[in-house]
């Protein structure tokens, strides 16, 4: 593992060369400045690991160079560790209210320096790792387990900012929705497992056949939608088709789509679109499935 990078800053040539020493026998690599104004300008470019300055600094202060650092998103989450005098309790008070993680009062035992910093760094790693569960469990609240496609919430989400978008920028908005024909015969014969394998088949293809600028997502048990933005009926209709000669090649089943095309989107209309491309597929299964129907709104 490679070894954290420690900035230190200080006015004094002695005591920089003391935290140096002494943190380098963590070991980690160790960046000196004497001035805040230079140290920050360095983490902008390459946030360190952990940040051990002095309070007292001529020009910036280590609580002003703190609090610079956490109204920037590359270094907001980076300790701080505050290095004061023994009598400068209200800039310790105000470091710890700015979100230092640890003061230490000089003059310091090197052995004490290094605890404080390893513990600073122990917590960094431990926050990082939350973060990164948030992050994951937010995405698994937006995706669906099965099929790895947005989920419900997900669509109706996506549906809502894509009408606003849609709205704002006098773009059409074509909105598919895809069922599995038989879905029911096929998991009653075949098993559960073929169907679990012919959703995410259907999945896999629809994700391979938008853009980036599309939503595709499962909202219902077999039921697909795909949110097809600046697209009219035609483009929609050319999709469809692309699809259908896709499904053909590998899924054991037939679908059945239905199109609700907006040429002239207004906020708050995702529910006319979604009932409209519901009718679409309704009149789609009507006429024997395997098929499309689509339905333009004014």
Known sequence: MNAPTVVIIDDEDEMLQLERLTLEAMPSRVEAYRSAEEALGAMRRNPPDVVVTDVMLPGMSG???LAALRAEPATRHVPVVLVTARGEVSERVLGLDLGAADYIAKPFYPAELRARVAAALRTKALESELREEHVELAQAAYTDALTGVANLRAFEDALEAAVAFAARTFRPLSLLYIDLDSFKILNDSLGHAEG??????????????VRGTDTVARIGGDEFAVILLGCDGADAERFVQRLFNEVAKGIITSISVGISTHRHVHDAESPMLRESADRAL???????RGTWRSEALP
């Open 63 to 65: 609580t002003e160079l």
């Open 196 to 209: 679990d394998r012919a959703l995410q088949r259907v999945a896999h293809t629809l994700h391979a056949a």
């Open 282 to 288: 309704y009149r789609a299964k009507e006429a024997g």
